[in-house]
């Protein structure tokens, strides 16, 4: 069977997230889904199937990191759907069965594809004792991001306290139960982005995800609700960089990126 790896919210190769990509006839046994994800060794690898026509949606799709199955995962949605469309599997949007309910992907006729998200419900919390200490800066205020997400949103004093983050982050995987974004306005608002973001999942195998949708779904409503606009930017900056576009509407948040297929090849273990 084939395998991609898929560099996605990213303009070109080897930027962005990179997502192990794998369209089979049907799941196999969780185990070797699992073992194929720690092969892979990147953030997270999907495994999709079509499904017969008149369900719910055309694709199931699930995601597993290095270490664990995920509920929920932009960048290797967008993968999925950029390799979808990229090797005739199926043209236009693309609807997936996951554990967080249908999620669409639409081509757009730029090149860019646009992710149909739930929005993440966003409750103010106090900010745990310790956590400072753990993610080395004083956290302005903290957000609980809910059951699909399953992160600790932090909001920081300003984008230079976010770029210079090096946590402990051993320490980190006590507060939730994936793990911390990390965000603070952008210094230049006139700049291509609106707020900037850095995430640590070391409960799931990832100390620092280079650019991840999930969050956004997060981001979204956080930042929108402070700058007062729908539609905004944001900047992950991992060592990788990538750009995400969101677009809140109530309940849904819409992610846009691109997306480069950097390897092709074939799967040999049965």
């Given at each position: 069977?084939?395998?991609?790896i898929?560099?996605?919210?990213a ?15 049907g ?15 990147h ?31 932009g ?10 469309g ?32 739930p ?20 956290p ?20 230079k ?8 982050l051993r ?15 952008a210094?230049?608002?006139?700049e ?21 949708g ?6 979204a ?43 092709d ?6």
């Open positions: 069977m084939r395998i991609r898929v560099d996605a919210f303009e070109r190769a080897f930027a962005g997230n990179p997502a192990g990509v794998v369209l089979l006839d799941f196999p046994d969780d185990g070797w889904m699992q073992n194929v994800a720690m092969e892979v060794n953030a997270e690898t999907a495994f999709a199937h079509p499904l017969p026509e008149g369900a719910d949606a055309d694709w199931a799709l699930r995601w597993f990191t290095p270490v664990a199955e995920v509920a929920m995962c960048h290797a949605t967008l993968a999925t759907a950029h390799v979808i990229t090797t005739g599997a199926q043209a236009g949007p693309v609807r997936f069965a996951t554990r967080s309910g249908v999620l669409i992907a639409t081509p757009g006729t730029d090149g860019a594809i646009t992710l149909d998200f929005t993440a419900p966003l409750t103010r919390v106090d900010t745990p004792a310790g956590v400072a200490d753990a993610l080395g800066a004083e302005v205020a903290a957000f609980d991001t809910g059951p699909n997400v399953g992160d600790l949103l932090l909001e920081l004093a300003d984008e306290t976010v770029l210079g983050l090096s946590p402990d320490a980190l995987g006590a507060y939730s139960a994936r793990g911390i974004i990390a965000t603070a306005r210094a230049e608002p006139a291509d982005y609106d707020y900037v973001s850095r995430c640590f999942f070391p409960n799931v195998g990832i100390d620092e995800d280079p650019v991840t999930s969050a956004h779904t997060a981001l409503p956080h930042w929108s609700a402070r700058l007062g606009r729908p539609d905004l930017t944001g900047l992950q900056a991992s060592r990788r960089t990538g750009f995400v576009r969101t677009s809140l509407r109530g309940d849904r948040t819409l992610l846009t990126g691109r997306a480069v297929t950097v390897i090849g074939e799967l040999l273990t049965p």
